[in-house]
């Protein structure tokens, strides 16, 4: 096991990070940690990357979506998204189809095969994320939200 570095000395042009008591690292970090113990499974049993599930998460609350507002939904990378994309309608996951009012615009929608792996996947992800809050009491529970909205807004 590595030993973190030693605090640099005054003057010294090198000052790391702290990543153990930096917010972004170690928000970074918990979501990693629980987004994976759910991906572990629905990557095995339905070779779906986690973009992949997010997208299909995103599309299954909000109807007609195109790429770019997933991109938006999800703030994730365009391009992750659009490769995403490009597998779960490969995959007969998700249906693309021009928007009526807007024919520039193409839609997204699950598809019938999309919506079978999401009915399966979503309860997962909603046991994962109650066994997480069973660890905090009711008051936990409500600050942690207040927080999370507090530093979510832009």
């Known amino acids: 096991m590595s030993t973190p570095r030693k605090a640099t000395p005054p003057g010294i042009k090198h000052a790391p990070l702290e990543l153990e008591h930096f917010l972004p690292y170690r928000l970074s970090i918990l979501s990693n940690t629980v987004s994976q113990g759910i991906a572990d499974d629905y990557q095995q049993r339905y070779d779906l990357s986690m973009t992949e599930w997010r997208v299909m998460a995103v599309l299954a609350r909000f109807e007609g979506l195109s790429a770019r507002e997933v991109a938006d939904r999800t703030a994730m990378d365009k ?3 659009s490769r995403a994309l490009a597998r779960l309608v490969e995959a007969g996951r998700v249906s693309r189809h021009m928007a009526d ?3 520039r615009r193409s839609v997204l929608d699950l598809t019938e095969e999309g919506w079978a792996i999401h009915d399966v996947v979503a309860p997962m992800a909603r046991a994962r994320e109650q066994a997480l809050l069973d660890k ?6 409500t600050w942690l939200m207040r927080i999370l909205d507090r530093l979510q807004e832009r």
């Open 79 to 81: 391009v992750a998204v």
């Open 136 to 141: 905090l009491n009711a008051e936990e529970r």
């Open 101 to 103: 009012n807007d024919k």
